[in-house]
């Protein structure tokens, strides 16, 4: 489906959007808890502004927007935060697709497309951990972590999964073992958050989880690549994704980016440390990202609609 979409599109170039938790803080929503963007659902005026930041970047030129469930995988979450009941809770992960849906049908309803984003493991626990992984889990378990969000995201229709910023090889394939098992005709990305220009933010080559994700013959990916990474090191991830992509049983699966603009996160703080990237900076790298391989391109953590306007203006 990915192919599909990508290949109709001028330049061969998917659009996504770029943060959503940044724009719902600038829109003044304090999101410093466990539950991230995720917290401002099923309030009237969170629902508001959730379709309202989806809603910029569709019309921004963004093909495919990803949901405000990126830091829902703990439905217990909802509980502690919010005191809400567990039916509560699992309505307000659903909504998260509803309203993504709602912003697609009111402003690109012919062609434009819904990612239910699902974060990591390490998203559920403090201090920032889906940029450390080494959870010590199994498979089994990270599977098991993942299926009662994915259960709900998939009930409400979204036309594909966002798995994102995976830190590690082992959660990376327990998303795929779940899809398998589970959702075996519903298509979905793999992407990682990286800490180099070779390794992802556990310390394992990329090349390593590319080539674990794609081992399985049955229902892999239909992308692969990174987000939430520094714009720097994208190129060279990208080069050794496609050259791993290239010697999988998979050799059609598309790479995609989706960068944060440059700064630094800082789980102790929950901050954003350093300076990013400006829209203009960040839009002149994308140029060596396609060169490289990327088929779809967006934005993570400080990108704002303004950095896909500009994408628009290059890719479009
Ligand atoms: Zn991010």
């Known amino acids: 489906m990915l192919h599909r979409v990508a290949a109709s599109q001028p330049k061969g170039i998917a659009l996504l959007d770029g943060a959503l938790g940044t724009e719902l803080t600038s829109r003044g929503f304090d999101l410093k808890n466990e539950l991230w963007s995720a917290v401002v659902l099923g309030t ?101 972590f993942h299926m009662p969000r994915l259960a709900i995201v998939l009930a409400e229709g979204p036309d594909l999964i966002a798995f994102e910023t995976l830190p590690e090889k082992t959660e990376a394939v327990a998303v795929c073992n779940a899809m398998r098992r589970h959702f075996p005709s519903m298509p979905y990305w793999v992407s990682f958050s990286a800490k180099s220009e070779t390794e992802v933010s556990s310390g394992e080559t990329f090349a390593e989880c590319v080539a674990a994700v794609l081992a399985s013959a049955v229902h892999p990916p239909e992308a692969i690549g990174i987000n939430c990474t520094q714009p720097r090191y994208v190129s060279s991830l990208l080069r050794i994704g496609r050259e791993a992509i ?8 598309l790479l995609l980016c989706y960068p944060n603009a440059g700064a630094v996160w800082d789980g102790e703080s929950q901050n954003w440390t350093g300076n990013g990237s400006s829209p203009e900076q960040w839009c002149q790298y994308t140029e060596e990202w396609v060169m490289c391989g990327a088929k779809i391109l967006g934005g993570c953590c400080n990108t704002t609609p303004a950095h896909i306007s500009l994408l628009k203006k290059v890719w479009l």
């Open 246 to 253: 290239s010697q999988s049983p998979h050799p059609g699966t």
């Open 44 to 144: 009237e005026e969170g629902d508001r502004a959730v379709q309202d930041v989806h809603e910029a970047y569709y019309r921004a030129g963004a093909l495919i927007c990803t949901t405000a469930s990126y830091q829902a995988g703990d439905l217990a979450a909802f509980v502690r935060v919010l005191g809400l009941t567990e039916e509560e809770s699992r309505r307000r992960v659903a909504r998260s697709v509803q309203l993504c849906r709602r912003a697609r049908d009111t402003v690109r309803p012919r062609e434009g497309l819904v990612a239910a984003s699902c974060g990591s493991y390490g998203a559920s626990l403090p201090g920032g951990q889906e940029f450390h992984g080494n959870f010590g889990m199994s498979e089994a378990e990270l599977e098991a």
